[in-house]
């Protein structure tokens, strides 16, 4: 069975401050994706970041990074310099085939100015 | 529409009462997705479409949850003899093809069982 666990229920930091979200999952699937979404007080969930399980290069988007080391299982979330606007609830998913995603229970980020 | 398009945005209904909760996907994605997500929790598969045909629906809690998408686009998920464990935001996705592609998600369609 697969399982992705986010262990931070919640995190708050102060505006510009750097900001890491953790995220571990377990599979036995050999081939498999990770995914990060956000999910702001409207409720929509937005895409932010797709990777396959043999790309273990980190990639960075504008303030936005990602860590993925399969090593350790780990998929982590950094989001630099961050901003209120970041704030909201980000979910770490996984996808095995075909089938629906596989999600954690969040993170809550909240950004005070 | 250039989105996922869930509606109601928002249902009340009472205990034991039928509710059907509709998805209008991206024009052109194969592979629907629905979902179930409950205060504080991240969202849980319910059932997967590809094209007219469930895929899969190993998600589905029990027999009172159906959901069907006849003609390959727009989907609906009924709920029959609803009980108030059944209240959560019901989420709709919708992907161009099945497996690994990502998944656009709509607004979702909040159920709340009195």
Same mark, same amino acid.
């Given at each position: 069975?697969? %399982? /992705?666990?986010?262990?931070?229920?919640?995190?708050?930091? /102060?505006?510009?401050?750097? /900001?890491?979200?953790?995220?571990?999952?377990?599979?036995?699937?050999?081939?498999?994706? $990770?995914?990060?979404? %956000?999910?702001?007080?409207?409720?929509?969930?937005?895409?932010?970041?797709?990777?396959?399980?043999?790309?273990?290069?980190?990639?960075?988007?504008?303030?936005?990074?990602?860590?993925?080391? %399969?090593?350790?299982?780990?998929?982590?979330?950094?989001?630099?310099?961050?901003? /209120?606007?970041?704030?909201?609830?980000?979910?770490?998913? $996984?996808?095995?085939?075909?089938?629906?995603?596989?999600?954690? %229970?969040?993170?809550?980020? *909240? *950004?005070?100015? | 529409?250039?989105?996922?398009?869930?509606?109601?945005?928002?249902?009340?209904?009472?205990?034991?009462?039928?509710?059907? &909760?509709?998805?209008?996907?991206?024009? =052109?994605?194969?592979?629907?997705?629905?979902?179930?997500?409950?205060?504080?929790?991240?969202?849980? !598969?319910?059932?997967?479409?590809? =094209?007219?045909? #469930? @895929?899969?629906?190993? =998600? &589905?809690?029990?027999?009172? !949850?159906? @959901?069907?998408?006849?003609?390959?686009?727009?989907?609906? &998920?009924?709920?029959?003899?609803?009980?108030?464990?059944?209240? #959560?935001?019901?989420?709709?996705?919708?992907?161009?093809? #099945?497996?690994?592609?990502? @998944?656009?998600? =709509?607004?979702?369609?909040?159920?709340?069982?009195?």
């Amino acid at each position: 069975a697969q %399982k /992705v666990t986010q262990a931070q229920t919640e995190i708050s930091v /102060v505006e510009k401050e750097d /900001v890491t979200l953790d995220c571990v999952y377990e599979t036995r699937d050999t081939t498999y994706y $990770l995914f990060w979404y %956000k999910q702001p007080p409207s409720g929509e969930l937005v895409f932010l970041i797709r990777r396959n399980s043999f790309d273990e290069q980190n990639e960075i988007s504008g303030r936005y990074s990602w860590n993925f080391q %399969k090593s350790t299982s780990s998929f982590n979330f950094t989001i630099t310099a961050s901003q /209120v606007v970041d704030s909201a609830v980000y979910f770490c998913a $996984l996808s095995g085939g075909a089938d629906g995603l596989t999600f954690g %229970k969040g993170t809550h980020l *909240i *950004i005070q100015p | 529409g250039a989105g996922v398009s869930q509606t109601p945005s928002n249902k009340v209904t009472e205990k034991g009462k039928y509710v059907e &909760l509709r998805c209008d996907p991206i024009s =052109g994605h194969t592979a629907l997705y629905w979902y179930r997500q409950s205060l504080g929790q991240g969202p849980e !598969f319910l059932i997967y479409f590809q =094209g007219t045909g #469930a @895929a899969d629906d190993s =998600g &589905l809690p029990n027999d009172r !949850f159906f @959901a069907v998408r006849p003609e390959g686009s727009v989907s609906t &998920l009924k709920i029959q003899r609803t009980e108030r464990g059944d209240s #959560a935001v019901y989420l709709c996705a919708s992907s161009l093809t #099945a497996g690994y592609t990502e @998944a656009f998600f =709509g607004q979702g369609t909040r159920l709340t069982v009195v």
